[in-house]
């Protein structure tokens, strides 16, 4: 009922920059956080940054201070701004969105972007 689509994913050297964006469509009137998980190579999915309709706001330790989530409600999309990468950033980072009463993470995902940040 609600597509995700993510743009903004590549590749970038250890301390550069990337910006993600999720732009949201469908039955979006329902929703009310959206964020960022990240899954590397056999290793479990994790949530990196969420954020409500009222931009409050959740991060992962490990991205504190260096990862931003923003959110555009006239537009439906999400950003999520990355600054001094690390080679541990490396995943796919995917979308997601949710209800007000729906559990973490929400019911809906995009398919995903790719990051890799090597030398």
């Known amino acids: 009922q609600v597509r995700l689509v993510e743009s903004g994913g590549g590749l970038v050297q250890p301390g550069g920059s990337l910006r993600l964006s999720c732009a949201a469509s469908?039955?979006?009137?329902?929703?009310?956080?959206m964020g960022w998980y990240r899954q590397a190579p056999e290793k479990q999915r994790e949530l990196v940054a969420s954020i409500t309709i009222t931009r409050s706001t959740n991060y992962a330790d490990s991205v504190k201070g260096r990862f931003t989530i923003s959110r555009d409600n006239a537009k439906n999309t999400v950003y999520l701004q990355m600054n001094s990468l690390k080679p541990e950033d490396t995943a796919v980072y995917y979308c997601?969105?949710?209800?007000?009463?729906?559990?973490?993470?929400?019911?809906?995902w995009g398919q995903g972007t790719q990051v890799t940040v090597s030398s």
């Open positions: 997601n969105a949710g209800g007000r009463s729906s559990g973490y993470p929400g019911g809906s």
């Open positions: 469908g039955s979006i009137f329902s929703i009310y956080t």
